[in-house]
């Protein structure tokens, strides 16, 4: 058995980001709106300018992992869903006891790529990237101690996915593009017995927390 | 030290035990003082607006204990070092009934006699001579369930749990045919309102299984479904189905927990007082009896508050861990026969339908018994030598699947992250479901928790430590189950399905019985029939520590059962302060 892709039509309204989707973001007012229809190369740079615990290499690094992780496709990847800045404030906030973790985990990935390809991760090839972290993933490389590399990838990851998937409030899933894109509609108070029953896609409003 | 009035009966932790049994007392006239680690969280100033964040209650955890207060180590047999390993519990007034699902059962009768049951249906067949070799440890439990059935009731209708009767007084199925669950026990009254409904995924599910000749019900669930008054004058509102439900405090206070049924009857008595941010560090005691308990309070301040009559009510590990911690263990039998629900796994995708599965809470959910239970002996017996197995498990179709938490279950031939699991998790989030198997493992000589010699809290208390595997019943079990849920989505018409048929002991399931079980001997149990410490007469464990075996059903309505029981016995004079072998 295998999966056969949906006709477009089929596919929930708000996987493709509506007009409605737009204006709504644009109420409230934020460059976020603007930030949104961005090239993920203006983006890098803004955000470089402003991590907390990420130096510029370091901030390069993580941002080609989460690319890595979840890329940009006909949806946005994770750095224009602000993966990386979610992963930044975490590290200030709750998951500071990670930030040597994220430290020491960049420089041994670095520390691979410059072996394996005589220069930084943030540097290479999609592929070779997505094989470094491969290797990383299956504790390959010798920069790591045993076991190293496969937790901290699985941190990454983990975090990766929070930074897609959690309420946008915590700085990731910008105009709640992960949401859009594999349709969830974010939180309600309540849910109608017909959309409950319902077989076909939902047409309900996005909306996060701040919205309820 | 500062030593507080002492009170007629002293509570540890306000979970899901604790509440029927200090209301009772409470009732009954007693001065009660609870001493709850947790803080004090409330619907209307945590819930309302704060609870629709997956993030914070469910993947950050703020509601659970921490490795500070219940730090819990992990091994799978003598042979390993144990290592710290995170259980989901709770630290908060309510405990774990505040953020667990509400899935709610009666154990049936077959399940307080397993031990009985399986000699009456096997024991002329030779087939059970593996248990003898894994060790199991199965005994009946010192009740039954047409003495226990009344506190059932009381539970049901106090702290609110709705379904659809299967069975009232022997009559099968009488109000709705379609809905019941067959096998349930014979029940006197009705449920107090009706489950919730269906949704998506629960017509999927039980389209399968009506296909297979089974005989799907919606489970009963600790909701409220209308606007209802319990028959403690309690009023709540019906469930919005919002779906922050598992994990999460409940907004709109519809289901049901020892916060929202129990606390506001209790909070009305003089006598009654609960005490937040009191965490109990160790049961002191004198010439067999505890004389009082220790605690510290927010600001690291320790206290002393003695009693006449103590209570546990710390979930499993800290009630095992408190009373090894003080020394109360006289016949060797605290920590013993700990059950641990062991976990496989079968998902699947349609792609002709969307089911859309986040959008009810996870206890919507319809479900099989045919294959829980001994409902199935006669089938376990054309099995071949090594396939068969005693007990078995409930099968549901739950919901609740927010991106958040359903990230991580995909095709095994999908690597987890990439372009490849993009496509698959955007096609496939709404259009996926992954079944509840709820195994019924045994209870074993090698399966126990006690102290770790390694690990402590910050104010010195050892962990505890788990020691648990899966035995050949619960791998054999496992292989068995796994088929029939494959079975269910096959008819379902599910365009792929993957899963784990082995079983594994995963260090995080919330359903963690035995430890101090209940019997008719203090050579093999640790209480007696009414939860009374057999070396330790004005001691009682609230909670599932003091099940003897599982069942294939959440826990937590015989838990709750099992409070208003002890407390029925307190205030009936059936137990002797004095002599726990004394009672009536
Ligand atoms: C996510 C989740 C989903 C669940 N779903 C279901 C379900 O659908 N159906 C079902 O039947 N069961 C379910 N459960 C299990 C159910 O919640 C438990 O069976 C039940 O809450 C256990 O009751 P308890 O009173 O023993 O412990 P708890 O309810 O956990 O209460 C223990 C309390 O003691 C406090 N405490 C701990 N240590 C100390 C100390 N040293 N001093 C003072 N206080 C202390 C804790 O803070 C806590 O408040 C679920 C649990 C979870 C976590
Ligand atoms: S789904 Fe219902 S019971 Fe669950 S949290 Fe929402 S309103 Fe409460």
């Known amino acids: 058995m295998t999966t056969q892709q ?175 894109a594999v349709g969830y509609p974010g939180p309600f108070y309540a849910i109608s017995e017909q959309s409950q029953q319902s077989f076909e896609p939902l047409d309900l409003p996005m909306q996060s927390i701040t919205d309820l | 030290m500062a030593v507080q009035p002492r009170k007629d009966v002293v509570v540890i932790g306000y979970g899901a035990a604790a509440g029927p049994v200090s209301l009772e007392l409470a009732q009954d006239g007693r001065s009660v003082i609870v001493l709850e680690s947790g803080k004090r969280r409330t619907t209307e100033q945590d819930f309302q607006r704060g609870s629709f964040d997956t993030l914070r209650w469910r993947t950050r955890g703020e509601m659970l204990p921490g490795p500070e207060r219940a730090p819990m180590t992990y091994r799978k047999s003598e042979d390993e070092d144990a290592l710290p390993a995170s259980y989901i519990m709770a630290s908060t007034v309510g405990g774990a009934s505040v953020h667990w699902s509400g899935q709610s059962w009666r154990y049936y009768e077959d399940d307080f006699r397993v031990k009985s049951r399986i000699e009456e249906l096997y024991g002329d067949t030779g087939r059970l001579d593996y248990l003898q070799e894994d060790r199991a440890a199965i005994q009946d439990w010192p009740i039954s369930y047409d003495e226990v059935e009344p506190f059932y009731e009381k539970a049901e209708w106090q702290i609110g749990i709705g379904g659809w009767p299967g069975n009232i007084d022997g009559e099968i199925r009488p109000v709705n045919p379609e809905e019941g669950n067959p096998y349930e026990a014979p029940r006197k009254r009705d449920y107090p309102f009706r489950p919730l409904r269906d949704n998506a995924t629960d017509l999927t599910f039980r389209q399968g299984a009506l296909e297979l000749g089974l005989r799907p019900f919606h489970v009963p669930t600790a909701i409220t479904t209308e606007t209802w008054t319990s028959d403690l004058g309690i009023t709540r509102p019906g469930c919005t189905y919002c779906a922050f439900c598992t994990s999460h405090g409940c907004w709109n206070a519809s289901k049901s927990s020892s916060l929202v049924s129990l606390l506001p009857a209790a909070e009305e008595l003089d006598n009654f007082e609960i005490r937040t941010e009191a965490h109990v560090i160790r049961l002191n005691h004198e010439n067999g009896r505890v004389t009082s308990v220790t605690y510290v309070d927010e600001q690291g301040d320790v206290h002393e508050q003695p009693g006449d009559i103590f209570i546990l009510g710390a979930y499993t590990f800290q009630n095992v861990r408190l009373m090894l911690h003080s020394g109360i263990d006289a016949n060797g039998q605290i920590g013993k026969y700990f059950i641990n629900r062991p976990s496989i796994k079968v998902s699947a995708t349609f792609d002709d339908r969307y089911l859309n599965g986040w959008n009810g809470p996870a ?137 784990r048929a082995e079983a594994t002991a995963r260090p995080t399931m919330t359903h963690d019985l035995g430890g101090a079980r209940m019997g008719d001997d203090p050579a093999n149990s640790a209480t007696n029939r009414y939860c009374q410490v057999w070396t330790m007469p004005n001691l009682f464990v609230g909670g599932g520590a003091v099940a003897p075996t599982m069942s294939g059903h959440n826990p937590t309505e015989t838990i709750w059962m099992l409070s208003y029981w002890m407390s029925d016995a307190i205030r009936n004079g059936k137990v002797n302060l004095d002599d726990a072998s004394d009672f009536s």
Do not use: C
């Open chain 1, 6 to 180: 949906p006709p477009t039509s089929q596919r929930p309204p708000w996987t493709q980001l509506s007009r409605r989707g737009v204006l709504r973001i644009g109420v409230g007012g934020t460059a976020a709106a603007i930030a949104y229809h961005a090239s993920a190369l203006d983006l890098l740079a803004q955000e470089q300018q402003g991590y907390a615990v990420f130096n510029v290499t370091d901030g390069r690094t993580i941002e080609a992992i989460v690319e890595r992780i979840w890329p940009e496709s006909d949806t946005p990847g994770a750095v224009e869903i602000g993966v990386p800045r979610y992963i930044d404030n975490a590290l200030i906030g709750a998951y500071q006891h990670k930030q040597l973790d994220y430290h020491k985990g960049l420089r041994n990935l670095d520390a691979a790529a410059r072996r394996m390809h005589g220069t930084v991760f943030a540097a290479l090839e999609p592929d070779q990237q997505t094989a470094l972290l491969e290797s990383m993933e299956n504790d390959e490389l010798d920069e790591f101690d045993e076991g190293e590399g496969s937790e901290f990838f699985s941190t990454i990851h983990q975090h990766t996915m929070e930074g897609l998937f959690a309420d946008p409030i915590y700085g990731g899933n910008k105009d709640m593009a992960a949401w859009r």
């Open chain 2, 363 to 499: 206890v919507q959910r319809q479900g099989v018994d045919d294959f829980n239970g001994e409902n199935i002996a006669e089938r376990k017996l054309e099995l071949a030598e090594d396939a068969f197995f005693i007990r078995g498990a409930f099968i549901g179709s739950p919901s609740q699947r927010f991106p958040l938490q359903t990230f991580g279950d995909h095709p095994d031939d999908i690597r987890g992250w990439g372009a490849e699991y993009k496509d698959y998790f955007t096609e496939n989030l709404n259009r996926y479901i992954s079944l509840q198997l709820l195994m019924e493992p045994l209870p074993y000589e090698d399966n126990y928790i006690d102290l770790d010699p390694n690990y402590t809290d910050r104010f010195g208390v050892p962990a505890a430590r788990v020691t648990n595997r899966v035995h050949s019943n619960e791998e054999r079990m496992g292989r068995f189950i796994h088929d029939r849920g494959v079975e269910i989505l096959e008819a379902a018409g599910a365009s792929r399905i993957w899963g």
